[in-house]
């Protein structure tokens, strides 16, 4: 048997590669070369981050939920001061609403950022800080039973949860909200036809995960 190959052959596999190449990048998916597009044929998992990749990543308040006997404006006050500086998403939704209530916020006199937990931040004589059900337990804080199970039912609405207390006494709590990507649910209904495994990965709660996932 005689086999003739054309020039074109070898040509086209190169051409084809740096098609592709380019094809992914008008779409924002950039790809170091050749080598890496043919690995991605043989990729079982992907791992994506949830804030910004699977949702928008535009936080917004949903529910505040203040404690009785507590000033509607000092807890406003407080919270714009607490949040001025954050670079949180969560932390600067916060501060937009706490802006809407009081346009001139103060600097605060200092801040401690308790990484995965929330922020402790002390103003004027007072202390307030402001996390997830971490905070409690690290800052040694009281919560209720009945505050805890107010906690816990709006969190399973798929909110992310922040309680607030100032001079270590329960002052409230803030209910956030992000928005799931419909492009990202084509995608990973894509994927998963693919027969190609995706996973979440992110600091928030069971319960928010699980909405967003679904």
């Known amino acids: 048997f005689l086999v003739v190959c054309a020039d074109d052959i070898a040509v086209s596999i190169p051409l084809a590669v740096t098609a592709s190449l380019g094809r992914a990048a008008k779409r924002g998916v950039i790809i170091k070369g050749g080598e890496w597009l043919d690995a991605l044929a043989k990729v079982q998992i992907l791992i994506f981050d949830k804030t910004g990749t699977l949702t ?72 307030i800080i402001i996390g997830n059900e971490k905070i409690v337990q690290e800052q040694n804080l009281i919560l209720s039973d009945t505050h805890a199970q107010n906690f816990q039912l709006i969190r399973e609405k798929g909110y992310t949860v922040m309680l607030v207390f100032i001079d270590k006494q329960y002052a409230g709590m803030l209910a956030i909200a992000d928005t799931p990507r419909e492009e990202a649910k084509e995608s990973i209904r894509a994927l998963h036809k693919l027969v190609i495994r995706v996973i979440m990965l992110t600091g928030d709660n069971e319960q928010t995960d699980s909405v967003v996932a679904s």
Do not use: M
């Open 56 to 127: 928008y990543g535009d936080f917004r308040l949903t529910e505040t939920h203040i404690a009785l006997g507590q000033d509607e404006g000092e807890f406003w006050r407080l919270i714009g001061i607490a949040e001025k500086f954050s670079e949180h998403p969560v932390g600067r939704a916060i501060f937009k609403e706490a802006l809407k209530k009081n346009p001139t916020v103060a600097d605060p006199d200092d801040i401690e950022v308790c990484k995965g937990a929330g922020v402790c931040v002390r103003s004027g004589g007072h202390e």
